[in-house]
């Protein structure tokens, strides 16, 4: 099944993952300029967060390719394992030092806003599904509508920057985006071959193989990591602009 996806799906999943890391290492630096530390700090930040993002794209796509996360007949699995981390990481990292940094040097608008990946990524998990990798309910001809984040978040992103907005307007989206990710994560969850909620035919298992594994390991993380920004730097009342 897996040798059956086209070129545009397999790029698609690298490619967004690694644009996301990157762009991850990139906004780092720009809070640090705007914060004005001088660059041999801004040098060092960056150093630090490109290693970590590094590390962790080849270790889960390691893991994936070894077998290991297919392995459910152990307890836990260690997919189970992974998603722990995930959830985690996307805990932590918001409330880091390096997570501070972030929303006391980016403005509302770029924390908003870049969550505008998920329209891209809908449509890329949308073709895979088209092509027999993917569950159609991971898909939005099924019970995904995370592509609704994507959408809003690139308009009010782009309201943002022009205007000011009322605080309980970027809460409201926040949260709604928040629980349409949820939503995704439940649904692809009870998907697996651990529940199999929608029938042995229908199972999320590409997700197990490089380099789909980064759908969960980079993208549902990255997606966390901003609601939780969101949510800081509403919290301290700045708009960073």
Same mark, same amino acid.
């Given at each position: ?9 397999? /790029?698609?999943?690298?490619? &967004?993952? $690694? +644009? @996301? ?5 990139? *906004?780092?630096?720009?809070? %640090? ?12 930040? /960056?150093?630090?967060?490109? &290693?970590? $993002? +590094? @590390? ?5 796509? *390691?893991?994936?390719?070894? %077998? ?19 959830? $985690? +990481? ?14 006391r040097g980016l403005p509302l608008a770029a924390l908003v806003g870049y969550q505008v990946f998920r329209f891209p990524l809908e449509l +890329? ?117």
């Amino acid at each position: 099944m897996f040798l059956h996806a086209s070129v545009l799906v397999n /790029a698609g999943f690298v490619a &967004l993952p $690694v +644009l @996301l890391g990157s762009g991850f290492v990139l *906004a780092g630096d720009w809070a %640090g300029r705007r914060l004005g530390e001088s660059p041999t700090t801004r040098r060092r930040w /960056a150093i630090g967060t490109g &290693l970590a $993002v +590094l @590390l962790w794209l080849v270790v889960t796509a *390691a893991a994936a390719a070894s %077998g290991v996360l297919r392995k459910f007949d152990v307890t836990p699995p260690p997919f189970a394992v992974l998603l722990l981390a995930i959830i $985690v +990481l996307g805990i932590l990292v918001p409330f880091s030092p390096l997570g501070t940094r972030l929303i006391r040097g980016l403005p509302l608008a770029a924390l908003v806003g870049y969550q505008v990946f998920r329209f891209p990524l809908e449509l +890329l998990m949308h073709r895979a599904y088209v092509e027999g990798i993917m569950p159609e309910q991971m898909s939005y001809s099924g019970r995904n509508f995370d592509i609704l984040t994507g959408i809003s978040a690139g308009l009010l992103g782009l309201i943002l920057l022009r205007s000011p907005v009322p605080r309980w307007v970027v809460h409201v989206w926040n949260v709604a985006g928040f629980a349409l990710l949820v939503n995704i994560v439940t649904v692809a969850l009870v998907s697996s071959p651990a529940f199999a909620w929608f029938g042995r035919d229908r199972l999320n298992v590409f997700v197990l193989y490089p380099p789909f594994v980064w759908l969960p390991a980079v993208m549902v993380l990255a997606a966390l990591m901003g609601h939780i920004l969101v949510w800081r730097k509403l919290r301290i009342g700045e708009s960073g602009r």
